[in-house]
């Protein structure tokens, strides 16, 4: 690995990408790290999914970034980019594995379902160096696991909420079916049409159901 990258600084990077708070941050942090990193004029992350065009998710230079041509193929991807799938683990190959292609990836593989690309824009009479080649490989490897990581954790903290919005509604339907002398059909009715003229969530107004015994507007149950 080549100086500039050296296993400290690999070390340093991987925890910044891991310490960011979301898929998002993770990304703009990954383009800001690569720009740092390997002498070129713009690093971008996009998008894509075949045969849909390019959506920018972060750039140093968006402008440019948005004139940039569709990617489906080495034929049609600009000299001048390098271009890194982030990626975890490898997927079906969309140009062949075995050929070495600078503006592809060097046979780094990209997925026909879509995904993210780390993208370095560089002159087109550039040369990209296999130092820049390793770092481009390196960084987007760490970008990918981190990226990964994090969606993972917003998944998680979806799935959680929802589990504990899903025993906060039960838990105030059990209270209505208690105090309303009602089925559980009944009760889940009068919960969503309160949280409808409300315009509340539903796991609101169950939560100011345990909480509290009544509707947010005081009425006892019955009354809704």
């Known amino acids: 690995m080549c100086e500039r990258l050296s296993i400290h600084r690999l070390s340093v990077l991987a925890r910044d990408l891991a310490g960011q708070i979301d898929e998002a941050s993770t990304i703009a942090r990954t383009v800001e790290a690569a720009f740092d990193l390997v002498d070129c004029g713009v690093v971008d992350v996009v998008r894509f999914r ?3 065009p390019l959506l920018v998710v ?16 080495p034929e049609q ?9 982030l990626q975890c683990p490898p997927r079906a190959p969309l140009v062949d594995s075995g050929h070495r292609d600078r503006a592809a990836g060097s046979g780094r593989s990209f997925d026909r379902m879509g995904g993210y690309v780390l993208r370095f824009h560089g002159h087109p009479s550039l040369e990209w ?6 770092v481009a490989t390196a960084v987007a490897d760490l970008a990918a696991v981190a990226i990964d990581r ?3 954790r917003g998944q998680v903290e979806s799935l959680a909420m929802g589990l504990q919005s899903n025993r906060s509604i039960g838990a105030a339907i059990g209270i209505l079916m208690a105090s309303c002398r009602t089925t ?8 969503r049409n309160f949280s409808q003229r ?4 539903l796991r609101h107004v169950a939560e100011d159901v345990i909480l509290t015994g009544q509707l947010s507007n005081g009425d006892e149950y019955g009354a809704a």
Do not use: W
Not at 58 to 64: G, I, M
Not at 77 to 85: G, V
Not at 129 to 134: G, K, L, R
Not at 198 to 201: F, G, L
């Open 184 to 191: 559980y059909d009944e009760a889940f009715d009068v919960l």
């Open 77 to 85: 991807i600009d000299a001048a980019l390098m271009c890194r799938p």
């Open 50 to 52: 075949c045969p849909r």
């Open 198 to 201: 409300t315009n509340r969530k």
């Open 150 to 152: 994090a969606a993972l």
């Open 129 to 134: 160096s296999t130092a820049d080649e390793q």
């Open 58 to 73: 972060a750039s140093t230079d968006r402008l440019h970034s948005e004139r940039t041509g569709v990617l489906s193929g």
